[in-house]
């Protein structure tokens, strides 16, 4: 008998993106719901009866500190009903076990905000952020993203290259200092990078839309598990997401698809 891989995706607060997210959840076998937010918090509902967390792409608070700053500190400070338990307390439970998260544009910004990513020595304090594009204005448009074939990023086995669409103001990749940088690189955490139609990593605009530094348009943790990207995946997992699709022949599941599967993949493997 095949257990349920349960993931869970966070609404709330400015999340836009969830509905898709959840789908793309269970196209790849999953049972997913959708939680605000406030339900967590309230103690009503708890991260440690899922598998999956799913960080969703949106405006958090408006964006108004800064993409997810405002709702990094939520997650960070506030408490959960009953206890003296903080969300973020929780959140370093359900990783200690060995679960999966992934957080895209919105979500990605506030993993990287909290500290859960990169966190290259364990200890979660933040060392990158994604800030304003480097044009000053918001960009929609769709990308060629090239992986990394040595990354430990569990989303990401066996891909070589995506093409997905993004949807931001605040996406560009900085670090704190050369040397987190460096360790990214060394690591193989720089998972995604923009990229030309050959793959090749590229600081040229439109194909890189907002001046990451390297490129990098998305990175995991040392245990591949946490994975952010700014590209939204759960919005190409059908071919009639692509913006070509009556023009071009294109398989029937979308690119973004095979990240969610990696991952419910994964899940039964070790996890179940």
């Keep these: ?30 049972e997913a719901d959708i939680v605000h937010i ?39 400070h506030a408490q959960v009903a009953g206890g003296l338990e903080t969300l973020a307390t929780q959140l370093k439970e359900f990783i200690a076990a060995g679960k999966l998260v992934m957080g895209v544009c919105n979500g990605f910004q506030l993993l990287v905000k909290m500290g859960l990513l990169p966190s290259l020595d364990g200890s979660f304090e933040q060392t990158c ?7 000053g204005r918001f960009e929609n448009r769709w990308c060629w993203l090239s992986v990394d074939p040595l990354s430990p990023c569990i989303y990401t086995q066996g891909l070589t290259g995506l093409y997905l669409p993004v949807r931001h103001g605040e996406g560009r990749f900085v670090t704190d200092s050369p040397e987190t940088l460096q360790q990214l690189e ?16 590229t600081q040229e605009f439109p194909e890189n839309p907002n001046g990451s530094q390297n490129a990098i348009a998305g990175i995991c943790d040392p245990s591949g598990r946490l994975f952010g990207l700014m590209p939204h995946p759960e919005a190409y997992v059908h071919r009639t997401h692509h913006p070509r699709w009556t023009r071009e022949p294109l398989a029937e599941e979308g690119m973004g698809l095979l990240l969610y599967r990696n991952a419910i993949g994964f899940i039964r493997r070790e996890l179940l």
């Excluded at 405006?59 to 939520?74: C, E, I």
């Excluded at 060394?186 to 990593?201: F, S, T």
């Design 129 to 135: 952020t994604l800030t304003n594009n480097e044009r």
């Design 186 to 201: 060394d690591g193989h955490l720089a998972v995604m990078k923009y990229a030309d139609r050959d793959l090749h990593p």
């Design 1 to 30: 008998m095949v257990q349920t891989v349960k993931a869970i995706v966070i609404s709330g607060y400015g999340t836009n993106c969830e509905r898709e997210v959840a789908h793309a959840c269970r196209l790849a076998g999953a």
């Design 38 to 76: 406030a339900e967590l918090l309230a103690g009503r509902v708890n991260l440690n009866d899922y598998h999956f967390l799913n960080l969703a792409g949106g405006f958090l608070d408006g964006d108004d500190l800064g993409s997810a700053k405002a709702g990094a500190n939520r997650l960070l």
